[in-house]
């Protein structure tokens, strides 16, 4: 796979004002489409996902464990520290700091003090993610790159209403905001190809621009067959839109929210490119996880985690090397390869889970 670097990016903003000066006639549009292919991280190349199993993350073995327990059996120290390797690994850097501020991209115009971060959990059910991880990823925010901890906001839409005493993530940063359902998904903006069902409801800070980097933290489990038998990054974005279009749209819908601009970023309303990213990483905390779901509790305790900056890579090979080839989890292929082919990949793109 190429790297993609900062130059290709701006590059690639270059060619897209080039062909906007061309004598085409442009529909203007309610939301920009995104235009499939295009470079969604100026730094990182949106097809690199790196993996890392290491039984040490956790103290011993309890597959069917409630989260409570796992948090008494995760393994903070090994936990946070093959976080920095995985970040060292996807950015091809030796220094977990310099691996962190390739990943993440200061907004515009901004301090990384004013920078705003949502972080999306998945706390459906009684799978979620351990603590360790979570505080991890927050402390490289406010710690390695200087955002305020009161900037930034962990939340799930959806399921969130029970967040502050199911999930009280222990080790945050003092002042970092669970924020639960953080109002619910309530402002309509409409969604586009593949899905046709028009404008859907969205958590509003997200259409408002009041966050400027997103990071999605997505569980490993199983779900129906129409979402590929999985549900991972793509599908936690139903805790930032309405879920309810996913049960008759199936991935038409995760493809259509995974590509707006509330989700990827500013768009250029006529060519479609990105302007600015703002989801930045996709991390899978599969430490435990689960064949089924997205009900009831894990069924294997892979001690695995899985990163990259572009959702539908993530989860493409997430779902195919790890659940599909390790654990004996089969994805449905067809979902599986429409996803990638709505976001202009063909599966001879992808490589594989690159170990950190």
Same mark, same amino acid.
């Not at 933290?217 to 996913?246: R, V, W, Y």
């Given at each position: ?134 505080a991890k990823v927050c402390h490289v925010l406010t ?46 903006? /409409? ?7 028009? +404008?859907?409801?969205? !958590?509003? *800070?997200?259409? =408002?621009?009041? $966050? ?84 009831? /509790? ?7 985690? +899985?990163?990259?900056? !572009?959702? *539908?890579?993530? =989860?493409?090979? $997430? ?38």
């Amino acid at each position: 796979m190429n790297k993609i670097s900062r130059r290709c990016f701006v590059q690639g903003s270059i060619t897209a004002g080039a062909a906007a000066s061309l004598p085409f006639i442009f529909v203007r549009r309610s939301q920009a489409a995104w235009a499939a292919g295009t470079t969604v991280h100026p730094n990182i190349d949106n097809l690199r996902v790196v993996g890392i199993t290491d039984a040490k993350m956790t103290k011993e073995v309890q597959a069917r464990s409630n989260w409570a327990r796992q948090e008494q059996l995760v393994n903070t120290e090994a936990v946070q520290t093959n976080i920095d390797k995985l970040a060292c690994a996807l950015a091809k850097a030796k220094d977990p700091k310099e691996a962190w501020k390739a990943i993440f991209v200061k907004p515009p115009k901004k301090s990384w003090g004013q920078t705003v971060v949502a972080v999306k959990t998945n706390n459906i059910s009684v799978q979620h993610t351990r603590s360790p991880v979570m505080a991890k990823v927050c402390h490289v925010l406010t710690d390695v790159l200087g955002v305020k901890p009161a900037n930034v906001h962990i939340y799930d839409a959806c399921h969130g209403e029970d967040m502050k005493t199911k999930t009280p993530f222990k080790g945050l940063p003092e002042g970092c905001r669970l924020e639960s359902k953080w109002g619910g998904s309530t402002v309509r903006i /409409p969604v586009g190809k593949p899905f046709k069902g028009g +404008a859907v409801k969205c !958590l509003k *800070p997200l259409t =408002d621009g009041s $966050v400027d980097i997103l990071v999605n933290i997505a569980m490993c489990k199983g779900h129906q067959d129409q979402h590929g038998g999985f549900t991972m990054t793509m599908k936690n974005h139903l805790g930032s839109f309405e879920p309810t279009p996913a049960h008759k749209a199936g991935m038409d819908y995760l493809v259509g929210i995974n590509q707006s601009p509330q989700i990827l970023g500013a768009l250029d309303k006529k060519s479609g490119k990105l302007l600015y990213p703002r989801q930045q990483l996709c991390l899978i905390d599969a430490l435990w996880a689960s064949e089924k779901g997205p009900f009831g /509790p894990p069924s294997a305790q892979p001690n695995f985690m +899985a990163m990259g900056v !572009l959702g *539908p890579a993530v =989860d493409y090979l $997430v779902a195919t090397e790890f659940r599909g080839k390790k654990m004996g989890w089969k994805p449905n292929v067809k979902p599986l390869e429409g996803m990638l082919s709505a976001f202009g990949i063909k599966k001879e793109d992808m490589g594989t889970i690159i170990p950190a």
